[in-house]
């Protein structure tokens, strides 16, 4: 079975600069979830989908962060602008339920100068 | 702050021992724990996951075990290998909602 895929893998950008970030999870899973992982630390929960809805977005920064699921399958992660703290890597994983096992990505690796 | 956590960052093993990784949580209301494992460049990998109604669990070469009175995790790999070399972490669930991750241990193996 084809695992979680994501694209780019890395990606460079100035400050103020926007950017996209790309997830195709696992076929049939109706949960998807964006993290954000800063060097050193675990990942942070960004936004859970439950197909191409919103289960959770709380510690979304919603004044540069935003995330879409349109179709229920593949979604997108945007950041506009970038800060420079926003450099991390950024994982996207899904499950089968909201319960179940999450399989992650190899994420995108973002640096912001 | 952190919900869950790991006692060492840095945890340093012979090939051949048996590691034992810990974890701490706070939230008792959290039903639903998991070990991943993290290589360099790669994202988390799952290993193994245990419900708050069990108290171990067995994989291949490695067992989980949840201790609810302290609110303790632990990760034990049987006879460590080269290939196990990586950032461990635990997580916590409960509910329908995304895993709280700890900040991980680095496992090193010593040949």
């Known amino acids: 079975e084809a695992g979680v895929a994501q694209s780019p893998r890395y990606k460079i950008i100035e400050k103020r600069q926007s950017v996209a970030f790309w997830c195709n999870p696992i076929s049939g899973h109706a949960t998807l979830y964006w993290y954000q992982q800063i060097l050193g630390q675990g990942p942070k929960l960004l936004i859970q989908?439950?197909?191409?809805?919103?289960?959770?977005d709380s510690q979304l920064p919603k004044d540069r962060f935003s995330a879409e699921r349109l179709k229920g399958v593949d979604s997108t992660l945007k950041i506009q602008p970038a800060k420079l703290e926003d450099s991390a890597v950024y994982l996207c994983?899904?499950?089968?339920?909201?319960?179940?096992?999450?399989?992650f990505g190899p994420g995108t690796r973002l640096t912001v100068l | 702050g952190e919900s869950v956590g790991l006692h060492l960052p840095t945890l340093s093993v012979q090939e051949g021992d048996n590691s034992i990784i810990n974890c701490a949580y706070s939230n008792s209301a959290s039903d639903y724990f998991i070990w991943y494992k993290q290589e360099s460049g790669k994202g988390p990998q799952f290993i193994i996951d245990i419900r708050s109604n069990m108290d171990k669990r067995q994989g291949q070469r490695v067992t989980v075990l949840l201790n609810k009175t302290v609110k303790h995790l632990s990760l034990q790999i049987a006879a460590t290998q080269p290939g196990d070399s990586a950032v461990y972490f635990c997580?916590?669930?409960?509910?329908?909602?995304?895993?709280?991750f700890g900040k991980g241990t680095h496992l090193i193996i010593q040949p």
């Open positions: 997580a916590e669930g409960g509910g329908a909602d995304g895993l709280t």
């Open positions: 989908f439950q197909n191409n809805g919103v289960v959770d």
């Open positions: 994983a899904s499950s089968f339920g909201p319960r179940d096992t999450q399989y």
